[in-house]
């Protein structure tokens, strides 16, 4: 009989195939689980893409593919920033790319950050200007001055 050894306490047994077991850190393994699912995020999303750019665009005339739009609900979502024709792509407010169908805010978490970082740098500015602008009023009101020397 073959005796099994448990694996020491700090260490997560991953079964793998043929008997095989491969021992991780907690850490490891998280960082394991969610590259995991990142992988898995981005070949769903690949084979979404290939599925729609598989479609040939000869089946049906040029008529038949323009859009026309009925329905108030279909109107309004054409007015909404950035789809102003039907079928133009929405645009990157940071680089001028095109969009994933599924991101609002950036067309990548690159330009996501630096927006971020843009909008944060701007709302510092326009804070400092504030500040700027009540201390000029409170040494004009102290000292009588018209602002600072």
């Known amino acids: 009989m073959m005796r099994t050894i448990d694996p020491p306490p700090d260490l997560i047994p991953v079964p793998l195939a043929k008997g095989c077991v491969l021992l991780l850190t907690e850490r490891e393994y998280v960082a394991g689980i969610r590259r995991g699912k990142w992988w898995r995020r981005r070949q769903a999303m690949a084979r979404r893409d290939q599925a729609t ?21 279909e109107r ?19 680089c001028g790319g095109a969009m994933p169908e599924r991101r609002t805010f950036a067309c990548s978490d690159k330009c996501r950050a630096a927006k971020s970082r ?32």
């Not at 005339?61 to 323009?66: F, G, H, L, S």
């Not at 309004?76 to 940071?94: H, L, M, T």
């Not at 804070?127 to 600072?148: N, T, Y």
């Open 118 to 149: 843009r909008e944060r740098i701007e709302e510092q500015a326009e804070k400092s200007r504030h500040v700027r602008e009540l201390l000029e009023a409170a040494m004009r009101v102290v000292g009588g001055q018209d602002g600072p020397e």
């Open 53 to 73: 750019s598989e479609r040939p665009d000869e089946e049906c005339p040029d008529d038949a593919r323009k859009t026309f739009l009925d329905s108030e609900s």
């Open 76 to 94: 309004a979502a054409a007015s909404a920033p950035g789809r102003d024709v039907v079928g133009s792509p929405v645009r990157c407010p940071v």
